[in-house]
T-cell receptor, first 112, second 113 residues
Framework: DSGVTQTPKHLITATGQRVTLRCSPR?????VYWYQQSLDQGLQFLIQ???????AKGNILERFSAQQFPDLHSELNLSSLELGDSALYFC???????????FGPGTRLTVL | GESVGLHLPTLSVQEGDNSIINCAYS??????FIWYKQESGKGPQFIID?????DKRQGQRVTVLLNKTVKHLSLQIAATQPGDSAVYFC????????????FGSGTRLLVRP
C-alpha cells in the first residue's frame, strides 16, 4: 500500500458525460501528479500540482481539468467524454518535486 | 516526441535465476531515473531510483545500473521469485520546469516455477 488513495476504483459512463476522479496523497506529500495509462499510449503525464498550485501540464486535453484543494487532495475532471478516454487514471504524490513518486491504485474509466 | 524504452519485450526466467531488465532513455540531460513494478490491476510500485551522479545503486535483491554514455539503464533482480512477475517500467524525470515522469513502455517479466 503506497498510502495514496483514489476513488472510485471503477467508473462506467457514457459518451458526452462528465466525471470526477479523486485522489488523496500520502500524508505530508505536497505534490500530486495525474497520469493516464491506456493500452496504446502507456503511462502519460497529464498534470502536476504542488501545494495547491498547478506546476506543469503534459498532454492533457482541454476537456480535462484538475485542481488541488487546501487539504492537498486533488480532483481530475473529465468532461465531454469520448470512447478514447477509456483508460486507467493514476494519481501519484511526492513529498517534494523531483523526488520519487508513489502511485495510487488507479481509477479504471470505461466510456461506453 | 519524448520517449524512454519504446520496446515492450517479455523476459522469461527460471525461479531462482537472476533477471536483467534493460531500458534506453532518450534525453541525455535527464538526471533522475526510477524503476517501477506494476502488477495486473494495480498502480506502479516504486522499486529503486538513481541520480545521474551515480552509476550503480543497490537495494534489497535489486540493483540499478546507469550508463550515461550510451543512455542505458538496467534493473537486476537477484534470485527471481514468482512474486516478481509483473511489468517493469523505467522512468525518467523530465528536465524541463516540471517534475513529470516520462515512462517507457515496459518489460513483462515472467517467472517460471
Amino acid at each position: 500500500d503506497s498510502g495514496v488513495t483514489q476513488t472510485p476504483k471503477h467508473l462506467i459512463t457514457a459518451t458526452g458525460q462528465r466525471v470526477t476522479l479523486r485522489c488523496s496523497p500520502r500524508s505530508g506529500d505536497l505534490s500530486v501528479y495525474w497520469y493516464q495509462q491506456s493500452l496504446d499510449q502507456g503511462l502519460q503525464f497529464l498534470i502536476q500540482y504542488y501545494n495547491g498550485e498547478e506546476r506543469a501540464k503534459g498532454n492533457i486535453l482541454e476537456r480535462f481539468s484538475a485542481q488541488q484543494f487546501p487539504d492537498l487532495h486533488s480532483e481530475l475532471n473529465l468532461s465531454s467524454l469520448e470512447l478514447g478516454d477509456s483508460a486507467l487514471y493514476f494519481c501519484a504524490s511526492s513529498i517534494r518535486q523531483g523526488n520519487e513518486q508513489f502511485f495510487g491504485p488507479g481509477t479504471r474509466l470505461t466510456v461506453l | 516526441g519524448e520517449s524512454v524504452g519504446l520496446h515492450l519485450p517479455t523476459l522469461s526466467v527460471q525461479e531462482g535465476d537472476n533477471s536483467i531488465i534493460n531500458c534506453a532513455y532518450s534525453n541525455s540531460a535527464s538526471d533522475y531515473f526510477i524503476w517501477y513494478k506494476q502488477e495486473s490491476g494495480k498502480g506502479p510500485q516504486f522499486i529503486i531510483d538513481i541520480r545521474s551522479n551515480m552509476d550503480k545503486r543497490q537495494g534489497q535483491r535489486v540493483t540499478v545500473l546507469l550508463n550515461k554514455t550510451v543512455k542505458h539503464l538496467s534493473l537486476q533482480i537477484a534470485a527471481t521469485q514468482p512474486g516478481d512477475s509483473a511489468v517493469y517500467f523505467c522512468a525518467e524525470n523530465g528536465v524541463d520546469s516540471s517534475y513529470k515522469l516520462i515512462f517507457g513502455s515496459g518489460t513483462r517479466l515472467l517467472v517460471r516455477p
